[in-house]
């Protein structure tokens, strides 16, 4: 039973360009949301986040943006750069929930 | 900035045997949370101390699985009569707690880990 689910298990975007990393989530509980960024032999760094009472955070390149009626959320990253690549995790957590995480999405820019 | 540190960074041992890993959190963070990460997975929760207390302890593991956060400081995870299935990354993170018992809305900072291998 998968609270929070990213779909894609990866994607490949040309530099320069958006990237667009989805994350859908079944409990209604959650009231905060959180991106991560993994590389290898790391521990997850983390990017950004959002509260359940705003639909959209910005932080430099990095924005999600949160639909609660669709229990959607999205981080975008523009313009993406080689440094980018890793990989993604998506989290929530909410009242007595602790932070669920997603399996990740593998995120690689294209020089 | 001094982030969440833990020893050691690998560990291989034999079935049967008993290991211990350690974390040092941010030390201005009173909350600290232990998690497993086995490969194509994101981490999976498996408990939290805010000070020295232990607030949710319900999913560890198996009773083979514990851990102690004695002085509010510095955490350990011991798993005793180690399986080959609890061959898997272990990551500690700390964040600051604004009390009660409810996940504050606190981004966790993250250790890179303590790779656990069962011969």
């Known amino acids: 039973d998968q609270q929070v689910k990213q779909n894609s298990p990866s994607l490949s975007v040309q530099e320069g360009r958006i990237s667009i990393l989805n994350?859908?989530?079944?409990?209604?509980?959650?009231?905060?949301?959180l991106w991560y960024k993994k590389y290898p032999a790391e521990g997850p760094t983390f990017l950004i986040s959002i509260s359940s009472i705003k639909d959209k955070n910005e932080d430099g390149r990095f924005t999600v943006f949160l639909n609660k009626s669709a229990k959607h959320l999205s981080l975008h990253i523009v313009p993406s750069q080689p440094g980018d690549s890793a990989v993604y995790f998506c989290a929530a957590s909410g009242g007595n929930t602790p932070l669920v995480f997603g399996k990740g999405t593998r995120l690689s820019v294209i020089a | 900035d001094t982030g969440v540190s833990q020893n050691p960074r690998h560990k291989i041992t034999k079935r049967g045997q008993n290991v211990t890993f350690r974390c040092d959190p941010i030390s201005e963070h009173n909350r600290l949370y232990w998690y497993r990460q086995t490969l194509g997975q994101g981490p999976e929760f498996l408990t939290?101390?805010?000070?020295?207390?232990q607030l949710e302890k319900s999913r560890l593991l198996s009773d083979r699985f514990s851990?102690?956060?004695?002085?509010?400081s510095f955490s350990t995870l011991e798993i005793q009569r180690t399986e080959q299935g609890d061959s898997a990354m272990y990551l500690c993170a700390s964040s600051l707690g604004l009390g009660g018992?409810?996940?504050s809305n606190q981004p966790?900072?993250?250790?890179d880990g303590t790779r656990l291998s069962i011969l």
């Open chain 2, 101 to 103: 018992g409810d996940y």
């Open chain 2, 108 to 111: 966790q900072h993250f250790g």
């Open chain 2, 48 to 53: 939290y101390f805010q000070n020295e207390a």
């Open chain 1, 23 to 33: 994350c859908d989530y079944t409990n209604s509980m959650f009231d905060y949301f």
């Open chain 2, 67 to 72: 851990a102690e956060r004695p002085k509010g």
